[in-house]
């Protein structure tokens, strides 16, 4: 299936209810990015923000007992209306 812009998409779920009336798509090239964690959270009345990190070098640490030293390294800041975040805890089916 094809978008007004010609982009191919597939159907994900379709939700027929008051207030949650939608048709869900997945683009066939959907861009992905890798994390290994969550490195904070911010939540406000309008926009929340969630921001995801990656390891990105493992070193031994001065002190053995710590155990191996990760540098992590920020790789994405996603932001949306904490309405629609909040939602997004609710299943959808």
């Given at each position: 299936m094809s978008d007004s812009r010609?982009?191919?998409?597939s159907p994900v779920h379709q939700s027929r209810e008051p207030g949650?009336?939608?048709d869900l798509y997945r683009p066939d090239a959907?861009?992905?990015v890798y994390v290994d964690g969550i490195a904070g959270m911010g939540a406000g009345?309008?926009?929340?923000h969630i921001e995801f990190f990656a390891i990105v070098d493992l070193?031994?640490?001065s002190d053995p007992n710590?155990?191996?030293?990760?540098?992590?390294?920020?790789?994405?800041?996603?932001t949306m209306p904490t309405l629609q975040f909040l939602?997004?805890?609710?299943p959808i089916c």
């Open positions: 010609g982009t191919s998409r949650r009336n939608f959907l861009p992905t009345a309008a926009i929340s070193q031994q640490d710590l155990g191996p030293l990760e540098t992590r390294e920020i790789k994405l800041r996603m939602e997004g805890f609710m």
